[in-house]
């Protein structure tokens, strides 16, 4: 379960502060299916980078699986994200002169996974997602639903409980974005949490819970 209590994200700049986030309270439980809806600039980023411990309340308490993080530095932070959290991007984030195979298994080396292993794993990922003939494609040999697929995958690599993304089918047309989104419901009833970022509100209807943010507030559905 993660809990935000009260959470404000405040960025100082030479003009003067800027609130990113306003007193956030909201709990995300386990193998729930989250939107996180808003438009452009409502802290739906910033949002994400809190709950995916890639960065730090200004004020507020976070608790994930009962442990307050709020405080935590970044080393325990990292550990926290390569074991709990798999992430995807809009921009499918993948290294272009890696093939897909390789893509999936770089989180395993980090977390120190031996090779035979982190192949085995990592082409297992790539068939389930259903890129099992693509494993030697680099990035600029797939298409776009293809290169998130990959994204997802590695998403995978440390068996997290929870998957994080942002805006995942922003760069993607209708149909593959659809198809995307159900390869998110198949991981969720497969017990993963999952949280998704998007300005898009046709999306709201693939959520159980629906979180909306406007300049940095919750607001009411
Ligand atoms: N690193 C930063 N420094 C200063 N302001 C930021 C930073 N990141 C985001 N912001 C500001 O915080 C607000 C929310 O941004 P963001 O979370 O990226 O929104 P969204 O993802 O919904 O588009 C915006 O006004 C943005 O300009
Ligand atoms: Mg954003």
């Known amino acids: 379960m993660i809990q935000l209590q009260q959470v404000w994200k405040t960025y100082s700049l030479e003009s003067g502060p800027v609130n990113a986030l306003q007193d956030i309270s909201l709990t995300i439980p386990d193998n729930s299916f989250s939107a996180i809806i808003g438009p452009s600039g409502s802290g739906k980023s910033t949002l994400m980078c809190l709950i995916g411990c890639l960065d730090l309340p200004t004020q507020g308490t976070i608790t994930l699986n009962g442990r ?4 935590y530095s970044e080393d325990e932070l990292a550990k926290i994200r390569g074991k709990m959290i798999g992430f995807v ?3 499918f984030n993948l ?3 890696l093939s897909a195979l390789q893509n999936v298994m770089l989180p395993m080396m980090f977390q120190g996974t031996n090779q035979k292993v982190r192949e085995k794993k990592a082409q297992e990922l790539l068939t389930f997602v259903g890129l099992a003939s693509r ?7 797939l298409s776009g639903g293809e290169q998130q697929r990959v994204a997802i995958a590695r998403s995978l690599a440390n068996d997290p409980d929870i998957i994080l993304a942002d805006e995942p089918t922003g760069n993607l047309d209708s149909v593959t974005g659809t198809k995307i989104i159900e390869l998110f419901q198949k991981l969720h009833s497969q017990g993963k949490t999952i949280i998704f970022v998007t300005h898009d509100t046709k999306m709201k209807q693939y959520a159980q819970n629906v979180i909306t943010l406007r300049d940095g507030q919750l607001t009411g559905g």
């Open 68 to 71: 307050n993080i709020s405080k």
């Open 135 to 141: 494993l030697s494609h680099r990035p600029s040999q």
């Open 95 to 97: 290294i272009p002169t």
């Open 89 to 91: 991007f809009q921009k």
